[in-house]
């Protein structure tokens, strides 16, 4: 039989008059059990609701470190498109520069980049990147671009080497005596013939153009201006010195229009046409010498219809 328990109500609306009510225990249970089971739930709530803020909390930092690592690996994507675009572009200049000066020997530069070991496409599988170890990973990255940097740096040198070849090159040629000193016909040409004045065979170490009196003389390269005055047999007359071995002298000129020290540039005006000197009419003497030795001036002119 369940036990009772007796209860005192009173009423105080009918002057402390009082009334007894019978409990059993059994429906107190109940509501203690009720209590206790609804602190058990609000405590398990209070746990996962913390857990849950706690994972959400953890998964907005990974997104953001996962954005951030992102950006990284779209940086290095870009220095590497950069690296390659340029040293593609060096390569294809390299090869047109030396294919112009005929400087080319086998085959044609690779123009792929050299570096090696496993091939990673850094964009193509983000998650895949994600799970790697971080550190690990830029590091390869770092090594790769170095080797790529590495590998410019010697296409940039060698360009270099090649340019100042090239300036080289360029002064030789505006330092090579290539074009006419005056407009005229050859009356007597380089090599052996009968003197006009003794009739002996004798070597003629130039060439007589013969021109116009007064018309102008030019420098046929680039040089500095040697000797600028009267000589015996070659009357007025300019020597210039055009280094690399190459020199040039103009006799015969009515008039001189520059002077020892002179710096000239290729078809620069240094005379006027005469015939001072031993001379039978108004002619250029023209000669060409490398290393003091008189060559044949026909073999240095490029362009005929130069002047």
Known sequence: MAKKYTVMIFDPTKCGKSRTLSVTARPLWIISAAFVILLCVSAVSCWLAYKFFNEKQALAAQASD???????????????????????????????????????????VVKQVAVGGKEVDILKDYFAISDRREKEFFDNLNETLLVMSTELEKREM????????????????????????????????????????????????????????GLDVHATAKGIVVFAGERAGYGNIVTIDHGY?????????????????????????????????????????YEVLVNGIPVNPTKFIIDENSL
């Not at 996962?66 to 690996?73: A, G, I, Y």
């Not at 590497?80 to 085959?107: C, H, P, T, Y």
């Not at 071995?245 to 620069?268: I, Q």
């Open 66 to 108: 996962n954005t951030e690592l992102k950006e990284r690996v779209t940086a290095y994507s870009e220095r590497f498109e950069e690296i390659n675009k340029k040293m593609a572009a060096l390569d294809e200049l390299e090869f047109k520069v030396r294919d112009l000066v005929a400087l080319q020997s086998g085959d044609r």
């Open 158 to 213: 060698s360009l270099s080497e090649l340019v100042d070849f090239l300036e080289e090159q360029r002064l030789i040629m505006l330092s090579t005596p290539t074009i006419w000193p005056v407009r005229g016909w050859v009356s007597s040409p380089f090599g052996f013939r009968s003197s006009p004045f003794s009739g002996r065979r004798v070597f003629h170490e130039g060439l007589d153009i013969a021109a116009r009196y």
């Open 245 to 285: 071995g190459y020199m040039t002298r103009y006799g015969h000129n009515s008039s001189l229009t520059v002077s020892v020290g002179d710096k000239v540039n290729k078809g620069d005006v240094i005379a006027k046409v005469g015939s001072t000197g031993r001379s039978t009419g108004p002619h250029c003497h």
